[in-house]
Protein backbone atom coordinates (compact mmCIF):
# COMPACT_ATOMS: atom_id res chain seq x y z
CA UNK A 1 0.00 0.00 0.00
CA UNK A 2 1.46 3.63 -0.74
CA UNK A 3 2.27 5.53 2.08
CA UNK A 4 3.77 8.70 2.81
CA UNK A 5 6.72 9.63 5.47
CA UNK A 6 6.67 12.60 7.32
CA UNK A 7 10.33 12.94 7.47
CA UNK A 8 12.91 15.26 6.81
CA UNK A 9 16.60 14.72 6.02
CA UNK A 10 19.35 16.48 5.35
CA UNK A 11 22.33 14.42 4.23
CA UNK A 12 25.68 14.11 1.82
CA UNK A 13 27.38 11.22 0.78
CA UNK A 14 31.01 10.64 -0.89
CA UNK A 15 31.29 7.26 -2.19
CA UNK A 16 34.16 5.49 -4.22
CA UNK A 17 32.21 4.24 -8.09
CA UNK A 18 29.48 1.52 -8.67
CA UNK A 19 28.42 -0.22 -11.38
CA UNK A 20 26.52 2.26 -12.73
CA UNK A 21 29.10 4.95 -12.70
CA UNK A 22 31.26 2.29 -14.64
CA UNK A 23 28.78 2.17 -17.38
CA UNK A 24 28.61 5.98 -17.73
CA UNK A 25 32.59 5.84 -18.13
CA UNK A 26 31.95 3.57 -20.77
CA UNK A 27 29.40 5.89 -22.55
CA UNK A 28 31.94 8.26 -22.16
CA UNK A 29 34.86 6.81 -23.95
CA UNK A 30 32.73 6.59 -26.98
CA UNK A 31 34.72 8.91 -29.69
CA UNK A 32 33.50 12.16 -32.08
CA UNK A 33 34.26 12.56 -35.26
CA UNK A 34 36.70 14.64 -35.21
CA UNK A 35 40.03 15.45 -37.18
CA UNK A 36 41.31 17.12 -40.11
CA UNK A 37 38.49 19.32 -42.12
CA UNK A 38 38.79 16.87 -45.19
CA UNK A 39 38.38 13.85 -42.96
CA UNK A 40 35.51 15.55 -41.50
CA UNK A 41 34.04 16.44 -44.34
CA UNK A 42 34.54 12.54 -45.76
CA UNK A 43 32.66 11.22 -43.00
CA UNK A 44 36.21 9.48 -41.79
CA UNK A 45 35.74 6.95 -45.29
CA UNK A 46 39.42 7.68 -45.84
CA UNK A 47 40.62 3.85 -44.41
CA UNK A 48 41.52 3.07 -47.97
CA UNK A 49 41.80 6.12 -49.58
CA UNK A 50 44.96 7.39 -47.05
CA UNK A 51 47.28 10.54 -47.24
CA UNK A 52 45.45 12.41 -44.41
CA UNK A 53 46.72 12.56 -41.23
CA UNK A 54 43.78 11.90 -38.82
CA UNK A 55 43.87 8.17 -40.92
CA UNK A 56 46.46 7.49 -38.40
CA UNK A 57 44.12 6.35 -35.98
CA UNK A 58 41.50 4.36 -37.98
CA UNK A 59 43.99 2.92 -40.83
CA UNK A 60 47.84 3.51 -40.23
CA UNK A 61 48.64 2.92 -43.35
CA UNK A 62 47.06 5.98 -44.32
CA UNK A 63 50.14 7.55 -43.10
CA UNK A 64 52.67 5.58 -45.83
CA UNK A 65 50.35 7.71 -48.40
CA UNK A 66 52.79 10.55 -47.52
CA UNK A 67 55.47 11.55 -50.07
CA UNK A 68 56.54 14.76 -48.36
CA UNK A 69 56.69 15.62 -45.43
CA UNK A 70 53.45 17.76 -43.50
CA UNK A 71 51.79 19.70 -41.03
CA UNK A 72 48.24 19.65 -40.13
CA UNK A 73 46.44 22.31 -37.58
CA UNK A 74 42.46 22.32 -37.19
CA UNK A 75 40.13 23.69 -34.33
CA UNK A 76 36.71 25.21 -34.17
CA UNK A 77 33.97 26.99 -32.42
CA UNK A 78 31.16 24.98 -30.54
CA UNK A 79 28.14 27.20 -29.58
CA UNK A 80 24.64 26.09 -27.56
CA UNK A 81 23.15 29.45 -28.24
CA UNK A 82 20.04 28.18 -26.80
CA UNK A 83 21.39 26.57 -23.04
CA UNK A 84 20.58 28.51 -20.13
CA UNK A 85 22.81 30.45 -18.39
CA UNK A 86 24.91 28.78 -15.56
CA UNK A 87 27.38 29.91 -13.30
CA UNK A 88 30.86 28.71 -14.83
CA UNK A 89 29.59 27.33 -17.91
CA UNK A 90 30.08 28.50 -21.25
CA UNK A 91 27.81 28.43 -24.46
CA UNK A 92 30.07 29.43 -26.42
CA UNK A 93 33.52 28.05 -26.19
CA UNK A 94 36.73 27.41 -28.86
CA UNK A 95 38.06 23.34 -29.37
CA UNK A 96 41.39 23.00 -30.47
CA UNK A 97 40.42 19.98 -32.17
CA UNK A 98 43.98 18.24 -34.12
CA UNK A 99 47.24 19.00 -34.43
CA UNK A 100 49.80 17.05 -35.96
CA UNK A 101 52.81 16.61 -38.51
CA UNK A 102 54.13 13.99 -40.61
CA UNK A 103 58.17 13.50 -41.42
CA UNK A 104 58.85 11.51 -45.00
CA UNK A 105 61.92 9.92 -45.64
CA UNK A 106 62.73 8.21 -49.07
CA UNK A 107 64.25 4.97 -49.14
CA UNK A 108 64.24 4.00 -52.27
CA UNK A 109 63.13 5.91 -56.09
CA UNK A 110 59.52 5.12 -55.30
CA UNK A 111 59.60 3.76 -51.00
CA UNK A 112 59.44 6.11 -48.36
CA UNK A 113 59.53 5.70 -44.63
CA UNK A 114 57.49 8.51 -42.75
CA UNK A 115 57.14 9.36 -38.73
CA UNK A 116 53.98 11.20 -37.77
CA UNK A 117 52.59 12.16 -34.28
CA UNK A 118 49.07 13.73 -34.05
CA UNK A 119 47.00 14.59 -31.50
CA UNK A 120 42.99 14.59 -31.55
CA UNK A 121 40.10 15.75 -29.05
CA UNK A 122 38.43 12.77 -29.37
CA UNK A 123 35.72 13.78 -27.50
CA UNK A 124 34.87 17.49 -26.33
CA UNK A 125 32.21 16.98 -23.36
CA UNK A 126 31.14 21.20 -22.76
CA UNK A 127 27.68 20.93 -22.42
CA UNK A 128 24.57 22.93 -21.03
CA UNK A 129 21.37 21.14 -19.98
CA UNK A 130 18.22 21.91 -19.25
CA UNK A 131 14.62 20.11 -18.73
CA UNK A 132 11.65 20.55 -16.72
CA UNK A 133 8.40 19.41 -17.01
CA UNK A 134 5.27 17.84 -14.77
CA UNK A 135 6.39 14.77 -12.88
CA UNK A 136 2.95 13.17 -13.06
CA UNK A 137 3.01 12.38 -9.52
CA UNK A 138 6.09 10.05 -9.52
CA UNK A 139 9.46 10.84 -7.89
CA UNK A 140 12.94 9.51 -8.10
CA UNK A 141 12.27 8.00 -3.87
CA UNK A 142 9.44 6.29 -5.92
CA UNK A 143 11.65 4.51 -7.91
CA UNK A 144 14.31 3.96 -5.43
CA UNK A 145 11.13 2.37 -3.70
CA UNK A 146 10.48 0.51 -6.56
CA UNK A 147 13.86 -1.01 -7.26
CA UNK A 148 13.88 -2.39 -3.98
CA UNK A 149 10.55 -3.65 -3.65
CA UNK A 150 11.19 -5.30 -6.89
CA UNK A 151 14.81 -6.60 -6.13
CA UNK A 152 16.23 -4.91 -8.34
CA UNK A 153 18.67 -3.50 -6.34
CA UNK A 154 20.25 -5.13 -3.20
CA UNK A 155 20.56 -3.03 -0.16
CA UNK A 156 21.11 -3.91 2.82
CA UNK A 157 20.55 -2.75 6.73
CA UNK A 158 24.00 -2.84 8.73
CA UNK A 159 24.14 -3.03 11.97
CA UNK A 160 23.81 0.71 13.00
CA UNK A 161 20.85 0.47 11.24
CA UNK A 162 21.83 2.16 7.88
CA UNK A 163 21.50 0.19 4.37
CA UNK A 164 24.32 -0.47 2.48
CA UNK A 165 25.43 -0.86 -0.74
CA UNK A 166 26.31 -4.31 -2.53
CA UNK A 167 27.44 -2.15 -5.78
CA UNK A 168 23.68 -3.19 -7.37
CA UNK A 169 23.07 0.42 -6.72
CA UNK A 170 23.99 4.07 -6.80
CA UNK A 171 24.29 6.63 -4.38
CA UNK A 172 21.16 8.22 -5.02
CA UNK A 173 19.66 5.11 -4.01
CA UNK A 174 21.35 4.83 -0.76
CA UNK A 175 20.66 8.23 0.47
CA UNK A 176 16.76 7.89 -0.97
CA UNK A 177 17.13 4.92 1.36
CA UNK A 178 18.26 6.51 4.44
CA UNK A 179 16.97 9.49 4.28
CA UNK A 180 13.98 9.54 2.08
CA UNK A 181 11.95 6.52 2.51
CA UNK A 182 12.97 5.11 5.79
CA UNK A 183 12.28 6.24 9.24
CA UNK A 184 12.99 3.82 12.19
CA UNK A 185 11.41 6.28 14.35
CA UNK A 186 8.03 5.94 12.99
CA UNK A 187 5.36 3.18 13.59
CA UNK A 188 6.71 -0.29 12.11
CA UNK A 189 3.38 0.14 9.89
CA UNK A 190 4.58 3.69 8.43
CA UNK A 191 8.23 3.03 8.09
CA UNK A 192 8.49 2.83 4.73
CA UNK A 193 7.13 5.01 2.09
CA UNK A 194 8.12 7.61 -0.59
CA UNK A 195 6.69 10.88 -1.67
CA UNK A 196 5.03 11.93 -4.92
CA UNK A 197 5.90 14.46 -7.02
CA UNK A 198 4.13 17.33 -9.31
CA UNK A 199 6.98 19.07 -10.91
CA UNK A 200 10.66 18.16 -11.63
CA UNK A 201 13.77 20.94 -12.64
CA UNK A 202 17.23 19.40 -14.03
CA UNK A 203 19.77 21.84 -14.46
CA UNK A 204 22.98 19.89 -15.94
CA UNK A 205 26.64 21.33 -16.74
CA UNK A 206 29.43 18.98 -17.77
CA UNK A 207 32.80 20.32 -19.62
CA UNK A 208 36.04 18.06 -20.42
CA UNK A 209 37.81 16.36 -23.13
CA UNK A 210 39.60 13.39 -24.13
CA UNK A 211 42.79 14.12 -25.64
CA UNK A 212 44.38 11.46 -27.73
CA UNK A 213 48.01 11.04 -29.14
CA UNK A 214 49.16 9.16 -31.70
CA UNK A 215 52.75 7.75 -33.22
CA UNK A 216 52.68 6.07 -35.94
CA UNK A 217 55.62 4.60 -38.06
CA UNK A 218 54.54 3.77 -41.78
CA UNK A 219 55.88 3.27 -45.50
CA UNK A 220 55.08 2.21 -48.83
CA UNK A 221 57.20 -0.28 -50.69
CA UNK A 222 57.65 0.77 -54.65
CA UNK A 223 54.35 2.77 -54.18
CA UNK A 224 51.76 -0.25 -54.57
CA UNK A 225 52.34 -1.97 -50.88
CA UNK A 226 51.73 0.95 -47.89
CA UNK A 227 52.56 -0.37 -44.53
CA UNK A 228 51.28 1.16 -40.85
CA UNK A 229 51.46 1.17 -37.48
CA UNK A 230 50.13 3.27 -34.51
CA UNK A 231 50.12 3.24 -30.69
CA UNK A 232 47.63 5.88 -29.00
CA UNK A 233 48.08 7.10 -25.90
CA UNK A 234 44.45 8.81 -24.72
CA UNK A 235 44.05 11.46 -21.57
CA UNK A 236 40.25 11.58 -20.08
CA UNK A 237 39.22 14.83 -18.38
CA UNK A 238 35.53 14.60 -17.32
CA UNK A 239 33.52 16.86 -14.62
CA UNK A 240 30.00 17.05 -14.26
CA UNK A 241 28.00 19.26 -11.99
CA UNK A 242 23.86 18.96 -11.72
CA UNK A 243 21.27 19.87 -10.20
CA UNK A 244 17.70 17.92 -9.61
CA UNK A 245 15.03 19.17 -8.13
CA UNK A 246 11.64 17.78 -7.37
CA UNK A 247 8.19 19.50 -5.86
CA UNK A 248 6.13 17.39 -4.47
CA UNK A 249 2.18 16.50 -4.48
CA UNK A 250 -0.26 17.29 -2.32
CA UNK A 251 1.80 20.12 -0.61
CA UNK A 252 4.49 18.02 0.93
CA UNK A 253 7.65 19.95 0.14
CA UNK A 254 10.27 19.17 -2.00
CA UNK A 255 13.61 17.68 -2.27
CA UNK A 256 16.58 18.95 -4.26
CA UNK A 257 19.78 16.44 -5.50
CA UNK A 258 23.02 18.11 -5.95
CA UNK A 259 25.32 15.84 -7.54
CA UNK A 260 29.60 16.46 -8.74
CA UNK A 261 31.06 13.70 -10.56
CA UNK A 262 34.92 13.60 -12.29
CA UNK A 263 36.38 10.96 -14.13
CA UNK A 264 40.18 11.08 -14.98
CA UNK A 265 42.73 8.97 -16.52
CA UNK A 266 44.69 7.33 -19.30
CA UNK A 267 44.44 4.64 -21.51
CA UNK A 268 46.40 3.13 -24.36
CA UNK A 269 45.70 1.16 -27.69
CA UNK A 270 47.68 -0.45 -30.93
CA UNK A 271 46.63 -0.20 -34.41
CA UNK A 272 48.23 -2.07 -37.91
CA UNK A 273 47.09 -1.35 -41.40
CA UNK A 274 47.59 -2.28 -44.45
CA UNK A 275 46.58 -0.45 -48.16
CA UNK A 276 47.51 -1.98 -51.53
CA UNK A 277 46.98 -0.54 -55.08
CA UNK A 278 47.38 -3.68 -57.40
CA UNK A 279 47.06 -1.82 -60.72
CA UNK A 280 50.17 0.65 -60.83
CA UNK A 281 47.78 2.64 -63.74
CA UNK A 282 44.84 3.26 -61.67
CA UNK A 283 44.26 4.72 -58.34
CA UNK A 284 42.23 1.91 -57.19
CA UNK A 285 42.98 0.59 -53.95
CA UNK A 286 41.76 -1.48 -50.75
CA UNK A 287 42.58 -1.35 -47.08
CA UNK A 288 42.60 -3.47 -43.96
CA UNK A 289 43.13 -2.75 -40.32
CA UNK A 290 43.11 -3.92 -37.44
CA UNK A 291 43.01 -2.62 -33.19
CA UNK A 292 43.15 -3.99 -30.20
CA UNK A 293 40.52 -2.09 -27.54
CA UNK A 294 41.42 0.98 -25.69
CA UNK A 295 42.73 -0.24 -22.32
CA UNK A 296 42.01 2.51 -19.82
CA UNK A 297 43.15 3.10 -16.31
CA UNK A 298 40.39 5.48 -14.73
CA UNK A 299 39.40 6.97 -11.62
CA UNK A 300 35.90 7.96 -10.74
CA UNK A 301 34.99 10.11 -8.20
CA UNK A 302 31.27 11.26 -6.86
CA UNK A 303 29.95 13.85 -4.27
CA UNK A 304 26.09 13.69 -3.64
CA UNK A 305 24.03 15.93 -1.66
CA UNK A 306 20.37 15.30 -0.93
CA UNK A 307 18.19 17.85 0.39
CA UNK A 308 14.43 17.02 1.34
CA UNK A 309 11.74 19.49 3.33
CA UNK A 310 8.18 18.02 4.21
CA UNK A 311 6.62 21.12 4.80
CA UNK A 312 3.72 19.71 7.06
CA UNK A 313 6.20 18.58 9.34
CA UNK A 314 7.05 21.94 10.08
CA UNK A 315 10.95 21.43 9.81
CA UNK A 316 13.18 22.71 7.44
CA UNK A 317 16.71 21.82 6.76
CA UNK A 318 19.10 22.84 4.05
Known amino acids: MKKHTIMI ?4 LTLTATAQETYQAATLLRPELNGTARYVGMGGAMEALGADISTISTNPAGIGLFRHSSANLSFGIISQQDAPKMDGADKTHASFDQAGFVYSMRTGRNSFLNFAFNYTKSRDFNNILHASGRANRSSQNQLTYDKADKEIISIEEDKNGFYSDNLSSNQVDLLHMNYTLYDP ?9 YYESDTYDMLRQQHGYIGKYDLNVSGNIKDKVYLGLTIGIHDVHYNAYSEYEEVFSDNYGGALLVDEQRITGTGFDFKAG ?19 PTFYD ?21
Open 9 to 12: AAAM
Open 185 to 193: QAKPEWRWG
Open 274 to 292: VIVRPIAESPFRFGFSVST
Open 298 to 318: LTTSNYTELHVVDKNSGRNAQ
